[in-house]
């Protein structure tokens, strides 16, 4: 049976991983996060910047490729002994996942409960697709599907076969 599915990637994208309070993190990054988010395992979106909870102390800020340099200067350079910001960028591919059928492809590839009523538009969570630690984030317009770069190829292969 053919799925209306539409899967693009492997990208890149830039991501800073940041570790520590929320007043800290905020004191060393004025201006450069969006929002915190107001529930755990939940994105926000602001000026073309995500920032992910992921965790108690633990956040991603993604966003595009162009903005890798400036955000590393500013962010990831400097020692801080209350925050940890470290540059993450190289260690994920991201697949996008959009169509009708984009939520019958994620759950073949994840033990996740993605029904819209649990796992709303904004939510991401760490789980694994097809037996490899992923970041998965729904999305308006469907499904984020981030894997450590070394396992595109074998993600893109099992992503190929359910479409």
Do not use: N
Not at 114 to 122: E, G, M, N, Y
């Amino acid at each position: 049976m053919p799925y209306d599915i539409t899967i693009t990637g492997p990208e890149t994208r830039a991501l800073i991983e940041l570790r520590g309070a929320k007043s800290s993190l905020a004191a060393h990054a004025p201006g450069l996060l969006p929002v915190w988010p107001a529930r755990p395992c939940s994105a926000v979106h602001h000026a073309g910047r995500a920032l992910l909870w992921l965790g108690p102390d633990r956040w991603v800020l993604m966003t595009s490729l162009d903005q890798e340099d400036t955000l590393q200067a500013a962010l990831c350079d400097t020692y801080w002994p209350d925050a940890g910001m470290t540059l993450i960028s190289d260690t994920l591919a991201f697949f996008t996942l959009s169509g009708q059928d984009a939520e019958v492809a994620m759950a073949i590839a994840c033990p996740l409960d993605l029904h819209a009523d649990v796992f709303a538009p904004d939510t991401v969570a760490q789980t694994d697709a097809f037996g490899v630690r992923a970041l998965v984030l729904r999305t308006d317009e469907g499904w984020l599907l981030a894997v450590e770069a070394a396992y595109t190829r074998y993600i893109a292969e099992h992503l190929a076969q359910i479409v």
